[in-house]
């Protein structure tokens, strides 16, 4: 294949991308939106070949300007489903590398949460963020195609990421109310202070 036809083929399946439908497509109108949630994960390798990014990354890349794109509907924004996994390393996915991060290695979801924190701070215009506190591997005791580990609060042992505490406190939460509304929810004490989380089974840090 020349360069020009391999030039041709990448516009053709560029093309072929930007005709799917977008967002902006559901978006039913002003007059019946209040907010704009929107949803994103970093994968890294809990259990497939995927990439290890910021939010800066997934949310302000040049080609999609996904974050742009929400800015433009003029409403207020939630961050509905965030998380990250702490497994990542080079090289093709194995399982086995795999559970041996999961086990030893804390730094790089700390490094993710830092970052959550300031993609946020920098952005007055959301207004809330829900981190999915949850680990569908069990500690990727078992290959679970599809899912990582999301967990960063343990409430067997009251142990949590300090990334993840920074982060909640800079919002302002009405606990009681807030674990009467949701089912196993508990309210833990930390460094004097209260915090509510589920009660999925998270990592031991």
Same mark, same amino acid.
């Given at each position: 294949?020349?360069?020009?036809?391999? +030039?041709?083929?990448?516009?053709?399946?560029?093309?072929?991308?930007?005709?799917?439908?977008?967002?902006?497509?559901?978006?039913?109108?002003?007059?019946?939106?209040?907010?704009?949630?929107?949803?994103?994960?970093?994968?890294?390798?809990?259990?497939? #070949?995927?990439?290890?990014?910021?939010?800066?990354?997934?949310?302000?890349?040049?080609?999609?300007?996904?974050?742009? %794109?929400?800015?433009?509907?003029?409403?207020?924004?939630?961050?509905?489903?965030?998380?990250?996994?702490?497994?990542?390393?080079?090289?093709?996915?194995?399982?086995?590398?795999?559970? #041996?991060?999961?086990?030893?290695?804390?730094?790089?979801?700390?490094?993710?949460?830092?970052?959550?924190?300031?993609?946020?701070?920098? %952005?007055?215009?959301?207004?809330?963020?829900? &981190?999915?506190?949850?680990? &569908?591997? &069990?500690?990727?005791?078992?290959?679970?195609?599809?899912?990582?580990?999301?967990?960063?609060?343990?409430?067997?042992?009251?142990?949590?990421?300090?990334?993840?505490?920074?982060?909640?406190?800079?919002?302002?939460?009405?606990?009681? +109310?807030?674990?009467?509304?949701?089912?196993?929810?508990?309210?833990?004490?930390?460094?004097?202070?209260?915090?509510?989380?589920?009660?999925?089974?998270?990592?031991?840090?």
């Amino acid at each position: 294949m020349t360069e020009a036809e391999k +030039k041709a083929e990448e516009e053709k399946k560029k093309k072929e991308r930007t005709d799917c439908p977008k967002f902006e497509d559901y978006y039913p109108g002003d007059h019946y939106v209040d907010v704009v949630g929107f949803t994103f994960y970093n994968r890294g390798k809990a259990n497939s #070949n995927r990439l290890w990014l910021s939010p800066e990354a997934i949310l302000l890349d040049k080609e999609w300007r996904t974050y742009e %794109r929400l800015k433009a509907l003029g409403k207020p924004l939630i961050i509905d489903e965030v998380g990250t996994t702490a497994v990542w390393y080079e090289g093709p996915y194995h399982f086995d590398t795999s559970r #041996n991060e999961y086990l030893t290695s804390t730094a790089r979801k700390e490094q993710r949460l830092s970052e959550l924190l300031a993609f946020i701070q920098k %952005r007055p215009e959301i207004l809330a963020a829900i &981190y999915f506190n949850v680990d &569908y591997t &069990y500690g990727l005791s078992f290959n679970l195609i599809g899912e990582a580990d999301r967990a960063i609060v343990d409430v067997r042992t009251n142990t949590i990421y300090e990334g993840f505490y920074a982060l909640y406190q800079q919002g302002e939460h009405f606990l009681k +109310k807030i674990a009467s509304y949701f089912m196993n929810a508990k309210v833990i004490p930390r460094n004097g202070q209260e915090i509510v989380v589920s009660s999925f089974i998270a990592k031991e840090i």
